[in-house]
């Protein structure tokens, strides 16, 4: 696949996310959330935007591959998502982000860690659209008054993570991936 069709396609992509994105705000409430005056979208935004993305690419006779993965270091969940994108079961793109969060900041090691993994997945479908999940959320809160949205679940709230690392806390000896 050559440099200019790659690009058409991920324009394509964006340009579809984004519409589409508009519509999941307007219909499900539950797709994203504010807190302090930030918008952020949830992990069941974020896991319809995926499921968007599956769909556009098996329509164009490509696979798509999404995969987590987390580990737990000195009470920190790091999670790294993949989304690898093949045609004919050659690797065509493959974009990889992370998330974190901290146990103690949670209810308990599963909330971090689904909140770790929906960060990173988050971000690797901003990195597949190339645009920031978040603003074209904030654009579309300041132009159209019909976008729902919801103000509960606090603790499922999947914005990035503000706090800082101790660097004795976490260093890159410590992240097996």
Excluded: W
Aim: some cysteine; glycine content about 4%.
């Amino acid at each position: 696949m050559e440099r200019k069709q790659i690009q058409e396609m991920v324009e394509e992509i964006r340009n579809i996310v984004k519409e589409r994105l508009k519509d999941i705000l307007k219909e499900d409430k539950n797709a994203v959330m504010e807190i302090n005056g930030r918008y952020g979208i949830t992990r069941h935004g974020a896991l319809i935007l995926l499921n968007l993305l599956s769909c556009y690419f098996a329509d164009n006779d490509y696979t798509i591959i999404h995969n987590p993965n987390h580990q737990i270091v000195n009470g920190i969940v790091i999670a790294k998502y993949t989304i690898s994108i093949l045609k004919d079961n050659n690797l065509i793109m493959e974009f990889t982000s992370t998330g974190g969060a901290r146990v103690t900041d949670e209810k308990d090691a599963h909330k971090a860690i689904a909140r770790a993994e929906t960060r990173a997945l988050k971000r690797a479908i901003e990195t597949v659209i190339g645009e920031s999940i978040n603003k074209l959320i904030l654009e579309y809160f300041q132009q159209d008054s019909e976008v729902k949205i919801s103000k509960y679940q606090l603790t499922n709230y999947d914005d990035d993570f503000e706090g800082n690392f101790d660097e004795e806390e976490i260093s890159e000896e410590d992240i097996p991936f």
